[in-house]
């Protein structure tokens, strides 16, 4: 749409399925790059992708057409298949159902940058459950706990 204009930033947190400790150190560069490669190709720009074992934040630049689930879904489905189709791992693959969702102005981005640059350092720290629900009650999202991630099996 023409003289239309927007400065949106996202930053998603997904996790794998029943919070498995599956993302290795083996593929876990490839696999972000994948991820990133995955977000521009639906017309977002990618500014930053990196995780831990259990679960990747990614931040985008989307615009006013996007919807953001859609946009999560390609990425999850494709990078769930690139993940089995190259053997990376014994048992199949999967993410777990839904993702957080905030969104940020521009001059938060940098210090969002160094947060999930920093994945591994940050948790060292503190739990992904403790990261999630601070997330959450940061951007004042209501939650029913029984629809948080599932923890780890």
Known sequence: MPNTYSSLYCHTVFAVKYRHATIQN?????????????????GCST??????????????????KHSISDVMK????????WINENGFLNNRFEWQAGFG???????????????????????????????????????QIEFLPEYLFKELE
């Open 74 to 81: 390609s990425v999850k489905a494709k990078s769930s298949k």
């Open 47 to 64: 500014v930053i992708v990196n995780g831990v074992s259990d679960h990747v934040h990614a931040l985008f630049k989307f615009y006013p």
């Open 26 to 42: 083996s593929f876990k560069k490839e696999l972000f790059g994948v991820l990133g490669n995955l977000i521009n190709e639906t």
């Open 101 to 139: 969702s905030f969104t940020n102005s521009q001059n938060q981005i940098e210090k969002l940058f160094d947060y999930i640059k920093n994945q591994d350092e940050h948790h060292e720290k503190i739990t992904f459950s403790e990261e999630y629900l601070n997330l959450l009650k940061a951007y």
